[in-house]
């Protein structure tokens, strides 16, 4: 993934961001892995929430290889004021969009605390507006849910990790826990960008402490 110089490290406000457009960037229509559709509406019994941990061609591989229970995955750009960006828009710094994974899954089959779980081991979180040697504020770590019960479980969960890290000298996590802004999905090419390009970059790197939280199907 690209890291320009001198890009800004603050979110833009609104009235600096850039203008974006009213139509949506085209983008794949069937998941390259599960062979779901990527946009149809979510199936019956499911349950969705983005999550933002660096890079997102690695970070989607994490959610996907789940298997039972993910529906679909996706990436895209959240938690900014650009209407419908493009990537490049969001690398500049100038749209205050996050890199996300957009994951649909039945909560009858795999916990919410599996996906925190996944979520939290994937990549260090206490970084900033950064993720090992990406920088810049796409690169934030973020949890953006759709229901109060998943907000108040993020919630728990960062508060129980930042306990196991501060225990290992690691300084307090910086993760965003936000109502889930408007999705908008990233361009075709980058959608399962791993399993499209096996040897293709992933700059994901854990903390190495487990994320000390429940895993299992759903109560």
């Not at 139509?23 to 599960?34: C, D, E, K, Y």
């Not at 500049?92 to 969009?97: C, D, E, I, L, R």
């Not at 089959?109 to 260090?124: A, C, P, Q, V």
Request: aromatic share 12%.
């Amino acid at each position: 993934m690209f890291s320009f110089f001198k890009k800004p490290m603050a979110i833009p406000a609104a009235s600096e961001a850039l203008p974006g457009r009213a139509t949506p960037i085209p983008t794949a229509q069937r998941h390259f892995v599960l062979h779901t559709d990527l946009t149809a509406p979510d199936p019956a019994g499911s349950a969705r929430v983005m999550f933002g941990l660096g890079c997102f061609w690695g970070a989607e591989r994490k959610f996907w290889e789940l298997g039972a229970g993910i529906h679909v995955t996706a990436v895209g750009y959240q938690a900014g004021h650009t209407p419908n960006p493009t990537y490049e828009e969001v690398c500049s710094g100038m749209t205050g969009h996050n890199e996300v994974v957009l994951v649909v899954y039945d909560p009858a089959i795999l916990s919410f605390e599996n996906l925190l779980k996944t979520f939290f081991e994937s990549h260090n979180p206490t970084q900033g507006m950064r993720q090992g040697n990406d920088v810049g504020t796409q690169y934030r770590s973020g949890i953006y849910t759709t229901t109060p019960e998943q907000k108040a479980a993020a919630e728990a969960a960062k508060t129980a990790y930042a306990a196991e890290l501060a225990k290992r000298g690691f300084g307090p996590i910086t993760t965003e826990v936000l109502d889930a802004p408007t999705f908008y999905y990233a361009e075709g090419y980058h959608q399962q960008y791993l399993a499209k390009n096996p040897n293709g970059y992933c700059g994901l790197g854990g903390t190495g402490v487990a994320c000390p939280i429940g895993v299992g199907v759903a109560a």
